[in-house]
């Protein structure tokens, strides 16, 4: 199974953009759809992005539409989120996942199905 570390977190003010970045340990990195979750204070995860495992096919909330793209290099076992003019509403932990179904899965499964999650990265942005 994939082990996943993200990075990329830290302060920015709004309207700033931010890279993150997850790397996944191991061979099978490339037979996992993958994707993006988020958690604020007090709320529920929820679904930011995925990608399919070849990289082709992208789904994203309307809520980041537009701002934050999904992309992954298998090469480089690397899945990002580019997050651009950043809201103060997109603070929250953000995790990477890795699942084996097709990444369209992913969009409204529940977050406690999913396969694999990293540690999680905090955004907080600042007005």
């Known amino acids: 199974q994939v082990q996943l570390v993200e990075s990329g977190g830290g302060l920015v003010q709004a309207g700033d953009s931010l890279r993150l970045s997850c790397t996944g340990s191991g061979r099978t990195f490339s037979t996992y759809a993958m994707g993006w979750f988020r958690q604020a204070p007090g709320k529920e995860r929820e679904f930011v992005a995925t990608i399919s495992r070849n990289g082709v096919n992208t789904y994203s909330a309307d809520s980041v539409k537009g701002r934050f793209t999904i992309s992954r290099d298998n090469a480089k076992n690397t899945v990002y989120l580019q997050m651009n003019s950043l809201k103060i509403e997109d603070t929250a932990v953000y995790y990477c996942?890795?699942?084996?179904?097709?990444?369209?899965?992913?969009?409204?499964?529940?977050?406690?199905?999913?396969?694999?999650w990293g540690q999680g990265t905090l955004v907080t942005v600042s007005s």
């Open positions: 996942a890795a699942d084996s179904r097709p990444a369209q899965a992913m969009v409204g499964m529940a977050y406690r199905l999913i396969e694999v």
